[in-house]
Structure formats: structure tokens, C-alpha cells
Nanobody, 115 residues
Framework: QVQLVESGGGLVQPGGSLRLSCVAS????????MGWYRQDPGKQRELVAV???????NYADSVKGRFTISRDNAKNTVHLQANSLKPEDTGVYYC?????????WGQGTQVTVSS
């Protein structure tokens, strides 16, 4: 059974940066598409960024130019570098692994952008 563990969330001031990481417990990571999603209380989970197994990336319009998703297949890890953070970036960030019919979510990490 594949498990995902996120880390790197926290409290940051507007304009600051955070680096989120998500480690997968199995080598299926290397053929999987990986994504980061954000969820606010009472709202649906929304896509932030995705990266394919081949390294192709896609971003939500709200984070383009500020966030960068990357992956390290040797370490079964996907990162989300979040720069120039805004209060509206606040939420719980979830990592997702998807390959074929397999879909696995992490437990989430809280990001709060506030002065």
C-alpha cells in the first residue's frame, strides 16, 4: 500500500516563501503523476500544480510565476516551492499520487499566510 507523507507547512508572512515536500513509500512514484491541491474550510479541494512522470508541469492561474513543482525520482519525493505568498494561498495542502486507477492522497499540511 502506497503512503504519502507531506511536510513543510507553517505560518509565513505575506511575501514570504515555503517549500512543501511529499515523500511516497513505494517506487510506483516514478511512473506516477504527482499533484498538489489546496483546500479551504467549507470548499472543494482545488488543483495547485501537477507534474507528470515525464516532468511536464501545469499550474493553477493563481500561482503561475510564484510556485514551482518539481520531483526527485531517486528519493520518491515531490516538492512545491511557493514564493511571494499571499493570504489567499492559505489552506491545507494535499499531495496526490495518480497512476492508472490508483489514486493516493497524503494527510495534508497547513499553510497559513498572515502578518
Amino acid at each position: 500500500q502506497v503512503q504519502l507523507v507531506e511536510s513543510g507547512g507553517g505560518l509565513v508572512q505575506p511575501g514570504g516563501s515555503l517549500r512543501l515536500s511529499c515523500v511516497a513509500s513505494a517506487n510506483v512514484f516514478r511512473i506516477a503523476a504527482m499533484g498538489w491541491y489546496r483546500q479551504d474550510p467549507g470548499k472543494q479541494r482545488e488543483l495547485v500544480a501537477v507534474i507528470s512522470s515525464g516532468g511536464y508541469t501545469n499550474y493553477a492561474d493563481s500561482v503561475k510565476g510564484r510556485f514551482t513543482i518539481s520531483r526527485d525520482n531517486a528519493k520518491n519525493t515531490v516538492h512545491l516551492q511557493a514564493n511571494s505568498l499571499k493570504p489567499e494561498d492559505t489552506g491545507v495542502y494535499y499531495c496526490k499520487l495518480e497512476v492508472g486507477r490508483l489514486e493516493v492522497w497524503g494527510q495534508g499540511t497547513q499553510v497559513t499566510v498572515s502578518s
